[in-house]
């Protein structure tokens, strides 16, 4: 069943994400025409033509620049309106009606929206190669992505791996994000039946300052301790690699207890005691 749930999700958000990953990319084609026509124009002499394209190029730039920051912002939120719009509104009462475990509902939209953010990053890639290819840009890009193995003493194999654990743990990131805002709507459609949105806003500050009151304390411990460390030469021994696999390995562990946390909230308050609108 969580096929079939999935299923429906990508079809309720490809009609909208979809059309938009062609607007980035074709935003990216016309920024780098355009970027051919302002070199061209700068060595002819009609200064009207040479202005116009000059904005056109900035207007272009800007315009792609915000489509990119939209695309990848919008992907966490659009998953939090949908599970808000699909679980907690109107259509909830359908929803619920469907012989299917409120777990498979929370995960289809999470397995949903990390296969959109894998899109998101395909796409990025795409318009930037359209972007950079053949400019001096493209070649700085080359040359810093080229020294950073060399300065980092990583090999292929490291490097490769590295790449994967940090996409890895930038989408349980995203995980961990959706399935806060989920919870702070479960809180605030228990505890505020009057102004649900109202009491998710009071959940997310609450959890927000707890969090952050855990990581000073979590931060002031290790300080604590790597002071009455006799010696810190183990660590200077580590090598680049292993620090990189230990850093990425602490912060997926963190972020998967509050992960649980959060979803056993969700589950918890969705399966006894939902509200809905």
């Known amino acids: 069943m969580l ?10 958000t490809a009609r909208l994400l979809i059309p938009f990953y062609v607007v980035v990319v074709a935003l990216s084609v016309m920024v780098r025409l355009s970027y051919h026509l302002n070199i061209l124009f700068t060595t ?12 056109l190029f900035g207007l272009l730039t800007a315009a792609y620049v915000l489509a990119i920051v939209v ?6 939120l659009f998953s939090i309106y949908r599970y808000y719009k699909n679980l907690l509104k109107d259509e ?9 475990k409120i777990s498979q509902h929370i995960w289809s939209k999470l397995h949903t929206m990390s296969v959109w953010t894998l899109g998101s990053v395909m796409v990025g890639i795409v318009s930037i190669f359209v972007l950079t290819v053949g400019t001096p840009v493209g070649s700085l890009l080359y040359e810093i992505i080229s020294v950073i193995p060399t300065e980092l003493e990583l090999g292929f194999f490291e490097i490769i791996m590295c790449s994967i654990l940090a996409l890895l743990t930038l989408i349980f990131y995203l995980y961990l994000f959706v399935m806060r805002g989920y919870a702070c709507l479960a ?7 009057q102004n649900p949105i109202f009491g998710a806003i009071g959940a997310y500050l609450l959890i927000s300052f707890v969090t952050q009151v855990i990581a000073v304390m979590a931060i002031f411990l290790i300080g604590v301790l790597s002071i009455n460390i006799s010696s810190d030469q183990w660590l200077l021994s580590l090598s680049t690699s292993t620090l990189i696999y230990g850093s990425l390995l602490i912060n997926t562990t963190i972020s998967g207890l509050l992960f649980s946390t959060f979803y056993f909230i969700t589950k918890k308050l969705m399966s006894q005691s939902l509200n809905l609108e």
Not at 3 to 12: H, I, N, P, V
């Open 3 to 12: 096929k079939k749930l999935m299923k429906y999700e990508f079809q309720a």
């Open 44 to 55: 002819n002499t009609n200064t009207l033509w040479s202005n116009i394209v000059v904005v």
């Open 71 to 76: 695309m990848f912002s919008s992907i966490p």
């Open 92 to 100: 909830g009462y359908l929803m619920m009606t469907l012989p299917v």
């Open 187 to 193: 809180i605030g459609h228990k505890f505020s039946r």
